[in-house]
């Protein structure tokens, strides 16, 4: 059969016609669409620490029970600054959560937050969670929402603090004395390595690594997931199992942008970051259950001392009575309801 110029023209342009409206029809083609709401969520921590790797995991869940209207972007590893830059990002509005310690920068704001780090309170997890998921907790979310911000009910694991050191393990308070060791900005950490005769020096975390390879300080205290994720076993020969001071992350969220999102999007937000945390939680304590070894393998040397000791140094320097002092009758009867009594 022939077929000329225009008759094959005609019935092209008729079968792209019918075909275009095929595809118009077609349920399963979604056109893509921007988020209604585009949030950012800054941590200073790796990203692939189990905080980041979680709260990743939370921002796809509320993508998709919101049906792509909030998009939460995770910015992991201080890309948006240092503590305090975040921090005043998010009380700005320029940055809508933000995860932070309640003894670091959150402590400037709000002061009675850092009562969960001091020093040589919880002896285990049990006593952790059982003040930051009961009365606790739920005095000092009170306080955080009283000074203008948005705070999640669940807080977030980094774990029980270790001492890492270049120059010597530390295995009686005396090992510490006029030790240069970083500390995180924050007055419980000055006072209390300050009472264990060290010499706190407050450095970011994003500069800590280089710090102690030109031996700025000679050592750092985290958790071992931090000492692992962010390397610190290259620059550091000794580890010492102190657990000196519990430390976790409360997720804050700037109120303005918070009171944006509808109500049903509010709710779905909340419920997968306190979900995502506590999977966190059983992250950060399977993966300190198997660091020691891993770190061992790469170098550290571990020792574990007597923190009897190191109690009985800060009795009898008046640490307690000074932390009782300036937390409060009604903070420390909280804290010791679960610790029993410090001071």
Same mark, same amino acid.
């Given at each position: ?209 280089? @710090?102690? %390879? ?6 750092? &205290?985290? *958790? $071992?997931?931090?000492?692992? =994720?962010? #390397? +610190? ?87 307690? @009575?000074? %932390? ?6 009604? &903070?420390? *009867? $909280?804290?010791?309801?679960? =610790?029993? #009594? +410090?001071?």
């Amino acid at each position: 059969m022939k077929i000329d110029r225009r008759s094959f023209l005609v019935k092209s342009a008729g079968t792209v016609a019918v075909a275009a409206s095929g595809m118009m029809g077609a349920p399963w083609i979604r056109r893509a669409q921007a988020a209604e709401f585009s949030y950012k969520i800054g941590t200073d921590l790796p990203a692939s620490h189990p905080l980041n790797v979680r709260l990743q995991q939370a921002a796809d869940a509320i993508r998709k029970d919101t049906d792509g209207r909030l998009d939460l972007r995770v910015f992991a590893n201080n890309q948006l600054g240092g503590d305090p830059d975040m921090f005043a990002q998010l009380r700005a509005g320029a940055l809508e959560f933000f995860t932070l310690s309640g003894a670091n920068a959150l402590s400037s704001l709000v002061p009675k937050t850092a009562i969960t780090g001091v020093g040589f309170a919880f002896k285990d997890y049990n006593q952790v969670f059982a003040a930051l998921d009961g009365d606790l907790g739920a005095h000092l979310r009170g306080l955080i929402t009283k000074a203008g911000l948005i705070v999640q009910d669940k807080v977030w694991d980094n774990g029980f603090r270790q001492i890492t050191t270049s120059s010597r393990p530390i295995k009686t308070p005396g090992d510490l004395q006029g030790m240069k060791i970083r500390v995180p900005p924050g007055r419980l950490w000055i006072s209390l390595f300050r009472s264990l005769q060290a010499a706190p020096t407050s450095i970011s975390f994003n500069e800590v690594y280089s @710090a102690l %390879q030109t031996r700025v300080v000679e050592g750092q &205290e985290n *958790a $071992l997931a931090v000492v692992e =994720t962010a #390397k +610190l076993y290259e620059v550091q020969k000794y580890c010492s199992m102190t657990s000196h001071m519990w430390d976790g992350f409360w997720c804050l969220g700037n109120r303005a942008a918070w009171e944006k999102l509808p109500s049903n999007v509010r709710d779905i937000t909340s419920k997968h970051l306190n979900e995502y945390a506590l999977l966190q939680r059983k992250d950060v304590a399977q993966l300190n259950a198997s660091l020691q070894k891993t770190l061992e393998g790469r170098g550290l040397q571990f020792n574990s001392p007597d923190l009897g000791g190191f109690r009985d140094m800060l009795q009898k320097s008046g640490f307690y @009575a000074e %932390q009782k002092q300036f937390f409060g009758e009604e &903070e420390w *009867a $909280l804290l010791e309801k679960v =610790t029993g #009594k +410090l001071a």
